[in-house]
């Protein structure tokens, strides 16, 4: 079990430095009148919370720098009234939002909650509109917001500042829930309130243990920061990293994608990156393990990447991708998508997550971008299952590459030709790479070199 961490350990485990900014607390429960509602016995429960935890609230800002890196940093102290949410935490957290917003600066929070605070009825609730909406103007403005979820974080806190930021991690073991330890169904699975299961469900991008959250924070900060220069330019695509010889026939072609040891994406990643952190999940209950996405550092530059590993693509893949382009987009950052799946996924189970409106997310999403996409088609390029990662009029190919609209071995079917007629039927369907440069489909195929492309014909 992760131990249950103070607000001023939590800062002082991930901050080089830490300059308070918020002041006395707002007129959220005023000394006297036991708060708001008059909830009996509410200013001796605040004046006892003060005392024991050395808070005057549940939630504190700042500006700090982690790893050398600037921020804005919330922090909750559970301590202090089950870290709930009230006028004057909201209050607090309305600034620490806004001054993220106007100083360019991205918002670390730290979070620990029960959720909205009961002794200041609906008027607590209602800060998670409050919340709701700084967090639009936030997103509006550009400027990234990372949350850690600390044990507990739960209710409202959860449901807000925590699965409302653009990247979300976790200590291990902590509970983390919309439904706080006292209100589930007696015969619920403990499981499904923890980290680890928030994880596997595409809720939490990782899981970083305490020894590791300074490094893993100052990396996200560095990858997310804002941009203040012009509009972002492409990224170039990678360099073929298998075979260089284009495929005489259709079926050669399809034979070098599917190869076992042709270089899948992960290679790609690894080749062209210097460092780079993962997002993970859709954040609507799936992840794809087959699906990679998140930002690295390309000679001292931050891309966005999606890739696809071969395998075919699960709605919950499709949802990741979208959300990556989108989280790039609001922040000005190029995003290259490897290429590199037979198909989407095509089983029940796909088929009741949504693998249509999943693949219309993600035809959309590159659609919409007004960052630049680039796209390399690595591998098997199978229907629209791969093309939804393709930017139109941006898309290259390596030599030991195909992309059809349909596998020859399907399209034969359809068809009602014999199986030893697959061979035929792929070259019918012209999807070599230099045919595809031919129909205008890919820009050019690359080569062993950076820089060294080509459009052949023939």
């Known amino acids: 079990m992760t131990e249950r961490l103070t607000a001023r350990a939590a800062v002082a485990l991930v901050a080089d430095d830490w300059v308070p900014e918020d002041g006395a607390p707002g007129p959220g429960a005023p000394s006297g009148v036991d708060g708001p509602i008059g909830w009996p016995g509410y200013d001796a429960s605040r004046a006892r919370a003060a005392a024991g935890t050395g808070e005057d609230e549940s939630v504190r800002y700042g500006?700090?720098?982690?790893?050398?890196?600037?921020?804005?940093?919330?922090?909750?102290?559970?301590?202090?009234?089950?870290?709930?949410?009230?006028?004057?935490?909201?209050?607090?957290?309305?600034?620490?939002?806004?001054t993220a917003a106007e100083r360019r600066l991205p918002l670390v929070s730290l979070v620990a909650t029960g959720g909205s605070r009961m002794?200041?009825?609906?008027?607590?609730?209602?800060?998670?509109?409050?919340?709701?909406?700084?967090?639009?103007?936030?997103?509006?403005?550009?400027?990234?917001?990372?949350?850690?979820?600390?044990?507990?974080?739960?209710?409202?806190?959860?449901?807000?500042?925590?699965?409302?930021?653009d990247v979300v991690l976790a200590l291990p073991t902590a509970q983390v829930a919309f439904a706080g330890s006292r209100v589930r169904p007696a015969d619920a699975d403990p499981a499904a309130y923890t980290a680890e299961d928030q994880h596997a469900h595409g809720h939490v991008d990782a899981l970083v243990p305490p020894e590791r959250l300074r490094e893993t924070l100052a990396r996200?900060?560095?990858?997310?920061?804002?941009?203040?220069?012009?509009?972002?330019?492409?990224?170039?695509?990678?360099?073929?990293?298998?075979?260089?010889?284009?495929?005489?026939?259709?079926?050669?072609?399809?034979?070098?994608?599917?190869?076992?040891?042709?270089?899948?994406?992960?290679?790609?990643?690894?080749?062209?990156?210097?460092?780079?952190?993962?997002?993970?999940?859709?954040?609507?209950?799936g992840a794809d393990a087959g699906v990679e996405c998140g930002f690295?550092?390309?000679?001292?530059?931050?891309?966005?990447?999606a890739a696809q590993d071969g395998g075919a693509t699960r709605p919950a893949g499709f949802r990741t991708v979208a959300r990556l382009v989108g989280l790039a987009d609001r922040l000005g950052i190029p995003v290259l998508t490897l290429i590199d799946t037979p198909g989407a996924a095509n089983d029940a189970a796909a088929e009741r997550a949504g693998a249509g409106p999943a693949i219309a997310e993600?035809?959309?999403?590159?659609?919409?971008?007004r960052v630049p996409v680039?796209?390399?088609?690595?591998?098997?390029?199978?229907?629209?299952?791969?093309?939804?990662?393709?930017?139109?009029?941006?898309?290259?190919?390596?030599?030991?590459?195909?992309f059809s609209v349909i596998a020859p071995e399907l399209a034969a079917q359809i068809l009602k030709r014999p199986q030893e007629r697959v061979p035929e039927t792929a070259g019918r369907l012209r999807l070599r790479p230099q045919d595809l440069v031919e129909l205008g489909v890919v820009r050019g195929i690359v080569g062993a070199k950076e820089g060294q492309h080509e459009a052949p014909s023939g």
């Open 63 to 98: 500006t700090a720098t982690v790893g050398g890196r600037a921020c804005v940093l919330v922090v909750f102290e559970f301590g202090f009234l089950g870290g709930s949410l009230g006028r004057a935490a909201g209050d607090r957290l309305v600034a620490a939002f806004r």
């Open 119 to 165: 002794q200041e009825g609906m008027i607590a609730l209602t800060q998670l509109q409050r919340v709701a909406a700084e967090t639009v103007r936030l997103r509006a403005a550009g400027v990234p917001h990372v949350a850690v979820l600390r044990d507990p974080t739960t209710g409202g806190g959860w449901a807000t500042v925590g699965a409302g930021a």
């Open 220 to 285: 996200w900060l560095r990858l997310l920061g804002p941009s203040a220069g012009p509009a972002p330019a492409p990224a170039p695509p990678p360099h073929a990293l298998g075979g260089l010889g284009l495929p005489a026939t259709g079926w050669a072609a399809v034979q070098a994608a599917r190869a076992a040891g042709r270089p899948r994406a992960v290679a790609y990643l690894d080749a062209w990156f210097e460092t780079r952190a993962a997002i993970h999940g859709d954040r609507a209950g």
């Open 296 to 305: 690295g550092l390309r000679e001292g530059r931050v891309v966005a990447y």
């Open 362 to 369: 993600a035809f959309a999403a590159i659609a919409a971008a």
């Open 374 to 402: 680039t796209s390399l088609l690595v591998g098997e390029g199978g229907s629209g299952g791969a093309l939804a990662l393709a930017a139109p009029g941006a898309t290259w190919a390596t030599p030991d590459s195909y």
